[in-house]
């Protein structure tokens, strides 16, 4: 399968399969802070934001068809954080454990530089255990940890911050 996926910049007509696979991590509860799912038309802001030089969208796609993406946001909106991104990758459900995660991820620190960044973080429940592993393989460290800061169906959450310096 590797050979015949393509990772490129996100495109407008893109979103709803974009927010299709958003809304497939809703149900399962160790991905996102959303407890219903969201529309295209919330988003549309967010995939402007993304379509900056500095914070790319990226989908990866087999043939016509996106299977996950991965976007790089801005940490705080202030000028002292301009060299810090905090990536967001979410895969088609039908895709997981298949490295396409991680070929995503090399990318983005291959390439974290080229959009001014010295610095990337993510912020994972604690108890999304692939998405630890995962930045964790890439020498992602433990920066913070926030205990009890989500609820979820009643259950409170603890946020892990992990981050990497790429200079």
């Not at 790089?72 to 954080?81: E, V």
């Not at 974290?112 to 912020?123: D, I, M, V």
């Not at 460290?141 to 959450?157: C, E, F, N, S, T």
Request: with cysteine; glycine share 8%.
């Amino acid at each position: 399968m590797e050979n015949n996926l393509k990772i490129r910049d996100a495109l407008e007509n893109d979103l709803p399969q974009i927010i299709e696979i958003y809304n497939l991590a809703v149900p399962q509860k160790i991905a996102t802070a959303d407890l219903e799912p969201i529309s295209v038309e919330s988003r549309l802001g967010w995939y402007r934001e993304c379509q900056s030089a500095q914070r790319p969208l990226w989908v990866v796609e087999i043939g016509d068809r996106i299977i996950g993406w991965l976007s790089f946001q801005a940490f705080k909106k202030r000028a002292a954080y301009d060299a810090t991104a905090e990536l967001s990758i979410y895969i088609h459900t039908d895709y997981q454990g298949q490295g396409i995660g991680k070929k995503l991820l090399h990318q983005a620190i291959e390439e974290g530089p080229k959009f001014g960044c010295e610095t990337l973080l993510a912020l994972i429940f604690a108890h999304n255990q692939p998405s630890l592993k995962l930045f964790d393989s890439f020498g992602f460290q433990q920066w913070g940890y926030l205990p009890q800061i989500a609820v979820i169906d009643g259950v409170k959450r603890d946020l892990v911050i992990m981050g990497l310096h790429l200079c």
